[in-house]
């Protein structure tokens, strides 16, 4: 019912901004926890960010003072500010949202492609 849809991704030179978005819909109600993971090639998938409804915040300490992550509590939306993005950062980056009310299977989007390249 809960469908995500992400926009924002693209190439971008190494040291530049990218933002990420994401919106939610298919629920009226507000989503306990929106944010973004990531995942490379031959990787594992690893989180990114998260905030919760209540404004609490996880960040991987790869992104820490990087990235910076925001919700829209009353639209269900969450974005991913980028700023000094370096080659490692390359990856497919999926909105994630979690709800008590869904026990403990989260929704993702269909992922964007992040490349930061030269």
């Excluded at 306990?32 to 990787?43: E, K, T």
Aim: charged share 15%.
């Amino acid at each position: 019912q809960v469908h995500l849809v992400e926009s924002g991704g693209g190439l971008v030179q190494p040291g530049g901004s990218l933002r990420l978005s994401c919106a939610a819909s298919g629920t009226m109600f507000s989503i306990d926890a929106m944010g973004w993971y990531r995942q490379a090639p031959g990787n594992e998938r690893e989180l990114v960010a998260v905030i919760t409804r209540s404004g609490w915040i996880t960040y991987a300490d790869a992104v820490k003072g990087r990235f910076t992550i925001s919700r829209d509590n009353a639209k269900n939306a969450v974005d991913l500010q980028m700023h000094s993005l370096k080659p490692e950062d390359t990856a497919v980056y999926y909105c994630y949202a979690q709800n008590p009310d869904w026990g403990q299977q989260p929704r993702w989007g269909q992922g964007t492609q992040v490349t930061v390249s030269s």
